[in-house]
Nanobody
C-alpha cells in the first residue's frame, strides 16, 4: 500500500525558509518521479516542482530560483527547500508520483505571514 507522509510545514515570515519532507513507502521509490503540489484555500491543487528518477528537476515559474526539490533514494524521501517565501506561497503542500498518482497524504500546512 502506497503511503506518503509530508512534514516540515509551519508559520514563517515573508523572506523566510522552510524545508519540507515526504516519506514514501509501499513502492520502489527510486523507480518513480516524484513531485510536490500545493493547494491554497479555495483553489485547485497544482504541481510546484518535479524530480525525475535521474534527478532532473522542473519547477513552476512562480517558484523558480526560490524552491529546490531533491530526493534521497536511500531514505525513500523527497524534499522541498523553500527560500524567500512569499505570502502567496501559503498553502497545504503534498507530495505524490506525477505519473502514478496515488491516494493523497494529509499534507503539511505552510503559512507565510508577518
Amino acid at each position: 500500500q502506497v503511503q506518503l507522509v509530508e512534514s516540515g510545514g509551519g508559520l514563517v515570515q515573508p523572506g523566510g525558509s522552510l524545508t519540507l519532507s515526504c516519506a514514501a513507502s509501499g513502492f520502489i521509490f527510486s523507480s518513480y518521479a516524484m513531485a510536490w503540489y500545493r493547494q491554497a484555500p479555495g483553489k485547485q491543487r497544482d504541481l510546484v516542482a518535479r524530480i525525475g528518477t535521474g534527478g532532473s528537476t522542473t519547477y513552476v515559474d512562480s517558484v523558480k530560483g526560490r524552491f529546490t526539490i531533491s530526493r534521497d533514494n536511500n531514505k525513500n524521501t523527497v524534499y522541498l527547500l523553500m527560500n524567500s517565501l512569499k505570502p502567496e506561497d501559503t498553502a497545504v503542500y503534498y507530495c505524490n508520483r506525477p505519473l502514478a498518482v496515488s491516494s493523497w497524504g494529509q499534507g503539511t500546512q505552510v503559512t507565510v505571514s508577518s
